[in-house]
């Protein structure tokens, strides 16, 4: 058994290449530029948007773990998993997001294609990361100020290496195919109560600052395209709705233990914002 790893590099990839590696599965990263591959991976060059770039990539793979950025279209996805299936591959984990399902959104279309597309599948839908706090909201932590047009709801954040490790077991085995898992962490947790711990175990105050969703748009506007800032809307939307208030014991099953929660994601992540 090969799997094709996609984004390797991102923070459920990486975790997904650490933990095949752990279990000494034979993988091939697929990225745009192999030469950011961790030593000794075997890489190759890769783009959703250059379709050359796919039967390479696929040669001799037997499953895919698939993954793609958050605004991306579905077209190149759905292409490349038709081009993966004539080629043999067997099984594919798809990344998606919490809540999906009774969407239309891009990652939606492409897992309906999945389903219709004679291959054996799971689907990984991960309520909001922890890591989302440690890579693109760390400048802001360190700052001082954690800012979210969220309100006080709460979300069972889920931390990267545990979507990870549902990922390789549906990868690996065959105990998880043609289930989607909706995946969250132990622990019920609103914005103001992470950033306490995070003040507990600095030392120091790191406030919660509400915004609107317009103070929002304005504020990242600049930074990023119309179509991510318009996915980050939406998802942020639900959280105001209340729709990311739920939790679900799938971790546990699928791993056989308890998903890491708020106390130790802080703590190993605390350097990240000294």
């Given at each position: 058994m090969k799997i094709l790893v996609?984004?390797?590099?991102?923070?459920?990839?990486?975790?997904?290449?650490?933990?095949?590696?752990?279990?000494?599965?034979?993988?091939r990263l697929a990225l745009r530029d192999p030469s950011r591959a961790p030593a000794g991976e075997e890489a190759v060059a890769f783009d959703y948007l250059k379709p050359e770039t796919w039967g390479p990539a696929l040669e001799g793979i037997d499953r895919v773990y698939l993954a793609s950025?958050?605004?991306q279209p579905a077209g190149p996805e759905k292409a490349f998993v038709d081009l993966a299936v004539s080629k043999g591959v067997g099984r594919i984990v798809k990344l998606g997001a919490a809540g999906i399902e009774n969407t239309d959104v891009p990652l939606r279309q492409v897992e309906r294609h999945i389903e219709s597309a004679g291959v054996e599948w799971t689907f990984v839908h991960p309520t909001w990361f922890w890591?989302?706090?440690?890579?693109?909201?760390?400048?802001s932590i360190k700052a001082g100020v954690l800012v979210e047009p969220v309100g006080d709801r709460w979300t069972a954040f889920v931390d990267a290496r545990d979507i990870a490790a549902v990922a390789v077991e549906a990868l690996a085995t065959d105990s998880w195919t043609g289930q989607i898992l909706t995946i969250t962490g132990p622990d019920r947790t609103t914005?103001?109560?992470?950033?306490?711990?995070?003040?507990?175990?600095l030392g120091r105050e790191v406030r919660f600052q509400d915004v609107t969703d317009a103070r929002?748009?304005?504020?990242f506007e600049a930074y990023l395209t119309p179509s991510y800032l318009e996915t980050l809307s939406a998802l942020y939307g639900w959280v105001r709705a209340g729709a990311t208030e739920f939790s679900t014991d799938i971790v546990e099953k699928v791993i056989g233990r308890k998903p890491i929660g708020l106390?130790?994601?802080?703590?190993?992540?605390?350097e990240v914002w000294r």
């Open positions: 996609t984004t390797p590099t991102g923070k459920v990839g990486s975790e997904v290449v650490r933990a095949l590696a752990a279990r000494n599965v034979s993988r950025v958050g605004d890591q989302n706090f440690s890579t693109a909201m760390a400048g914005r103001a109560q992470f950033v306490a711990e995070v003040s507990r175990q929002f748009r304005e504020a106390e130790r994601f802080v703590s190993d992540h605390l």
